[in-house]
T-cell receptor, first 113, second 113 residues
Framework: DTGVSQDPRHKITKRGQNVTFRCDPISEHNRLYWYRQTLGQGPEFLTYFQNEAQLEKSRLLSDRFSAERPKGSFSTLEIQRTEQGDSAMYLC???????????FGSGTRLTVV | QQQVKQSPQSLIVQKGGISIINCAYENTAFDYFPWYQQFPGKGPALLIAIRPDVSEKKEGRFTISFNKSAKQFSLHIMDSQPGDSATYFCAASMGDSSYKLIFGSGTRLLVRP
């Protein structure tokens, strides 16, 4: 499979717990993006990486959120002390350098109860 | 200025009809305007995209019409099919190095057989 893979597909967690999501981009893609999509809305930009460097973070990404891409390959997005408002679909996308051509993964749906 | 406004919120079309979805933007720095198609449980998939130096782009049954002076663009789906039933998002990207996307709120299209 040469697409963008995200794991897990679904996560249910209790409020206050920490969760971590993983994204495996298309192998030759330098750029990796995280977006959040709430029900009935379009995706909202959270952050992006070029290789291992995190180049921009949205103001939506509070201190409870952290993302890494340690070797410029897969990326993780961690949410600490989850809140009900964190319930959403978390989408990962990758692209070649200097390209608008994103490929999105199928997302991780987080439900905080 | 960062928003992309999309309408209608939902659309019902008979098989064989034309589906039209509209988007408007304010920021003249946007220089790339894609449309994404999203099926339930899947990530958005790039359908077709246009740059502001072109007024129309056609790929198969899908056409983007772009009106730079009005800061509006639209997606036309000709000969709509039940398999086109999905949520469609317009988006815009600024001409900076991030290539991050600002999405509209989506249009849920239902094509009746």
């Amino acid at each position: 499979d040469t697409g963008v893979s995200q794991d897990p597909r679904h996560k249910i967690t209790k409020r206050g717990q920490n969760v971590t999501f993983r994204c495996d981009p298309i192998s030759e893609h330098n750029r990796l993006y995280w977006y959040r999509q709430t029900l009935g809305q379009g995706p909202e930009f959270l952050t992006y990486f070029q290789n291992e460097a995190q180049l921009e973070k949205s103001r939506l990404l509070s201190d409870r959120f952290s993302a890494e891409r340690p070797k410029g390959s897969f990326s993780t997005l961690e949410i600490q002390r989850t809140e009900q408002g964190d319930s959403a679909m978390y989408l990962c996308a990758s692209s070649p350098l200097q390209s608008n051509g994103y490929t999105f993964g199928s997302g991780t749906r987080l439900t905080v109860v | 200025q960062q928003q992309v406004k999309q309408s209608p919120q939902s659309l019902i079309v008979q098989k064989g009809g034309i589906s039209i979805i509209n988007c408007a933007y304010e920021n003249t720095a946007f220089d790339y305007f894609p449309w994404y198609q999203q099926f339930p449980g899947k990530g958005p998939a790039l359908l077709i995209a246009i740059r502001p130096d072109v007024s129309e782009k056609k790929e198969g049954r899908f056409t983007i019409s772009f009106n730079k002076s009005a800061k509006q663009f639209s997606l036309h789906i000709m000969d709509s099919q039940p398999g086109d039933s999905a949520t469609y998002f317009c988006a815009a990207s600024m001409g900076d190095s991030s290539y991050k996307l600002i999405f509209g709120s989506g249009t849920r299209l239902l094509v009746r057989p």
